[in-house]
């Protein structure tokens, strides 16, 4: 639920659309998996500045369950990714304090990924430096829908009273029932369109469109949004007194 506090200056929750990495990669004459390699490089760079820059939650688009319909090279070719970067930055994501959770559908995923993922959410189960969650076949309308499934089955059941169920409700069935709502998303590479991310947790973000391809962007890029967030009038749908 969102947050009242005018005093704070730096979003807690910052959501990132990471795209652009195969325009990135085309400019240089190179295959498209060129691009999401340098796209994981950027990754570790904006994790890691996130204690300084006084984000405490980072949520980053890395699949969606829309991805399936690339190409069969680049959607192994992602996966393998996915699998490198968490058996190569485990042990530093550990030692920088970075509590990492998945959220998306694993059920699609190979096991071999999945054992990967549920072993880094659970080495790193201690930190609380920074929580870096990355969407894996996230959907929020996917999201939502087995949220509601398991509501269901719930009622079903007669472990739920149907009369109770509110908005706080679906939220602890979301993926994201242990985080807070995200403050500010950002989407790089000049497209506007939230592509089904955190569509129920984003009801009042603020948005930041940026023109920059996800391989060029910055920490000081970063830092740049996050002092214009600063200085945003937020209102929750009230009238500031
Ligand atoms: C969108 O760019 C990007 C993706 C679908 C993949 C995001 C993946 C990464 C940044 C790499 C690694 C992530 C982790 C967590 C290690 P696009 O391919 O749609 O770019 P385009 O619109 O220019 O074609």
């Known amino acids: 639920m969102p947050s009242t506090d005018r005093s704070r200056k730096a979003p807690e929750h910052v959501a990132i659309i990471m795209d652009g990495n195969g325009r990135w990669a085309k400019a240089r004459g190179r295959p498209r998996l060129f691009g999401h390699q340098a796209g994981a490089r950027r990754v570790s760079e904006i994790v890691e500045a996130c204690p300084d820059l006084g984000v405490r939650y980072l949520t980053i688009f890395a699949f969606s369950t829309e991805n399936w319909k690339r190409t069969q090279a680049e959607v192994s070719g992602l996966m393998t990714l996915f699998r490198r970067y968490i058996i190569k930055e485990a042990q530093r994501l550990l030692y920088k304090g970075v509590r990492v959770r998945f959220i998306g559908d694993r059920d699609r995923l190979d096991p071999k990924l999945v054992k ?34 398991r509501m269901a089955r719930d009622v ?70 996050l002092a214009g967030f600063g200085r945003r009038e937020r209102r929750f749908g009230a009238v500031l007194v």
């Open 116 to 149: 990967l993922m549920d072993d880094l959410e659970s080495l790193t189960a201690p930190n609380d430096q920074v929580n870096l969650t990355i969407a894996l076949n996230y959907g929020g309308r996917d999201e939502v829908t087995r949220a509601t499934r």
């Open 156 to 225: 079903a059941a007669g472990d739920l009273d149907p009369e109770a169920v509110d908005a706080e409700t679906l939220s602890r069935y979301l993926d994201t029932r242990t985080l807070p709502d995200p403050d500010l998303v950002i989407r790089t590479s000049g497209e506007a369109r939230i592509s089904n991310f955190l569509l129920w947790q984003s009801a009042y973000a603020e948005y930041e469109f940026i023109d920059t391809l996800w391989p060029d962007f910055t920490a000081e890029k970063f830092a740049e949004i």
